[in-house]
């Protein structure tokens, strides 16, 4: 322990170090105890009544060794040390002497110090335009969101890795080339703060964002290998993984639209064409500010209106049928509900029937409905078989 106070001691007098430099010159064990006690007098003196902060800028030692006449004035600068001081590689400061080091900072100096280092230590990668820009992640969504041209691409970020990439991330960046997108390496911490911890398969694309179309297209809806048009109406789904998922089940069964409710619905986020496997990128999704409107107008044009409810839920006004007694035959628009509420009062009852999807069990009272995105794939896939049966 004397041993270590000595050479703090001699390091002090050849001026070679700033205090701050010097608590950054550790040994290991109990000597970091014995080199910060025994210095503390010297570094620290209590007469002063100045803070560590204005002590730390000044220069406590003049170059015969002496103390400096000025060292207790915060007025007086530090001189500029033409040589930096000599870096000690692969030594650590220990928690103890860093908790140390900051008893005499006052609180919001202490925090403004310690985000300053977080700083330093965690390297990010800054976004442009972030707020401007969606950050796809997963690889069929990053490929699609590519091909389809319906974003407009800004950078790619690969996770950096020591070996070959795999043959789908591979593919991913060629698109990216193909399309002159600039790509860039970053680490698996990096991927994850952008996406939020998400499952993001080592890829991110930077791009502009993808909404709900609002005006119709101009071209002729193509039915999708049935003779009558089936229309999905999705009323306030708000879980991204539902309507990700409702999504890749509408597109696999041949559904000729997908329409939301904009207002209390979940928006097309990245974690929607995560949770779709891509097939937001590609696949039309219409969004509406007033569903009934739109419900009355198909009406009016013949199209039949068709709701859902759970199995035990009283209805007035329309017929309750299971899903597998029901037979479309002509242009139809099933309607499903939110998590939790179902459909609203107001399409209830525009609804021509109600479909049920009935039990095959006595269920518990706290298990009587089943996952919105579940439901939907269930009738979605017995009126289309109905329809190409009849």
């Known amino acids: 322990m004397w041993r270590a106070a000595c050479r703090c001691s001699c390091v002090i007098r050849n001026n070679r170090y700033s205090p701050v430099e010097l608590l950054g010159v550790l040994y290991c064990g109990e000597t970091q105890y014995a080199s910060y006690h025994s210095t503390k007098p010297l570094l620290l003196p209590k007469d002063t009544g100045l803070k560590l902060v204005e002590r730390l800028r000044c220069n406590l030692f003049t170059s015969s060794g002496k103390l400096s006449r000025t060292a207790g004035f915060p007025s007086t600068k530090r001189p500029q040390s033409k040589e930096p001081p000599a870096s000690y590689p692969g030594r650590k400061v220990s928690s103890e002497l ?38 796809v992640f997963g690889v069929a969504p990053c490929l699609l969101a590519l091909t389809q041209a319906r974003r407009t691409p ?65 071209t002729r809806p193509q039915h999708g290998g049935h003779p009558h048009p089936l229309w999905l109406v999705l009323d306030g789904v708000q879980d991204p993984m539902n309507l990700g998922s409702i999504l890749r089940t509408a597109y696999f069964l041949g559904v000729d639209r997908v329409a939301s409710s904009i207002r209390n619905s979940c928006p097309l986020t990245p974690v929607v064409s995560k949770a779709s496997s891509g097939v937001m990128e590609l696949m039309d999704v219409y969004g509406y500010s007033n569903l009934a409107d739109v419900v009355k107008m198909k009406l009016e044009q013949g199209w039949q209106v068709v709701g859902t409810v759970g199995s035990e839920e009283a209805v007035s006004g329309a017929s309750v049928v299971s899903c597998s007694e029901y037979r479309m035959s002509k242009p139809t628009l099933l309607l499903m509900g939110g998590e939790g509420f179902g459909l609203s009062p107001e399409l209830r009852q525009l609804c021509d029937i109600l479909l049920t999807v009935p039990p095959r069990r006595d269920l518990h009272p706290a298990v009587d409905s089943l996952n919105v995105s579940v ?16």
């Open 154 to 218: 800004s950078r790619l970020f690969v996770k950096s890795s020591e070996g070959h990439p795999r043959e789908a991330v591979q593919r991913v960046c060629e698109e990216a080339l193909r399309h002159g997108v600039p790509i860039q390496r970053v680490s698996k911490r990096e991927l994850d703060t952008m996406t939020g911890g998400m499952v993001h398969q080592g890829v991110c694309l930077q791009a502009s964002p993808l909404g709900f179309l609002t005006k119709e297209k101009s």
């Open 375 to 390: 439901a939907t794939g269930i009738l979605l896939h017995s009126i289309l078989s109905s329809c190409r049966a009849g």
């Open 98 to 135: 860093q908790k140390l080091s900051l008893e005499d900072f006052t609180e919001a100096e202490a925090q403004k110090l310690n985000k300053g280092t977080q700083k330093v230590r965690t390297a990010q990668v800054k976004v442009r335009g972030a707020k401007e820009h969606d950050m």
